[in-house]
């Protein structure tokens, strides 16, 4: 199980268990909901699901999610690779402003190290295209001109707890 992070990088105060588990709900579906946004931009339909783990200590996850092609073309490679960041992008959403998130993105995330903070099918996804910069800045740019679409299809997510499509 990976460690829980915020993407702001700092627990809260109280380190609630159930506050995380909030948190982390939030994150888990923002990061599954980029997925589906920018499969869906390249035309494949697909369902995003999350799920409570009940790992029941501060630093492991406390909602998992998955994203599930279901039909439309098959996304080249480098469109894959694209699909494959969107998550990660995406969750750097999910507890600060757009405005914020891009300045940050602006910084460092070209550099981001496969394994930080990716799945292990992210990592495959993403490692289906040679240039990361080309096809991580591509995500940025779909999931900014989306982050409505992106916001609305998270917090359907969070409501349902469940399974969200587009």
């Not at 993105?105 to 990592?123: A, F, H, P, T």
């Not at 591509?138 to 992106?150: C, F, G, Q, T």
Request: hydrophobic share 40%.
């Amino acid at each position: 199980m990976e460690k829980y992070v915020p993407s702001s990088g700092v627990l809260p105060a109280n380190h609630d268990i159930e506050e995380l588990a909030k948190l982390d709900l939030r994150r888990s579906s923002f990061h599954e909901a980029g997925h589906l946004v920018v499969a869906e931009h390249y035309g494949l339909k697909g369902e995003a699901s999350v799920f409570r783990t009940y790992a029941g200590d501060l630093l492991n996850n406390h909602w998992v999610g998955r994203f599930t092609p279901l039909k439309g073309p098959q996304p080249s490679e480098c469109k894959w690779a694209v699909i494959g960041w969107a998550g990660a992008v995406a969750e750097g959403l999910s507890d600060i402003g757009l405005s914020t998130w891009r300045a940050e993105v602006e910084e460092v995330w070209c550099d981001y190290e496969l394994g930080d903070q990716l799945s292990e099918s992210d990592q495959t996804l993403i490692e289906k295209w040679p240039n990361r910069c080309l096809t991580f800045y591509r995500a940025v740019s779909i999931i900014e001109r989306n982050y409505v679409r992106l916001r609305d299809a998270a917090e359907k997510l969070i409501l349902s707890k469940y399974v969200c499509n587009l």
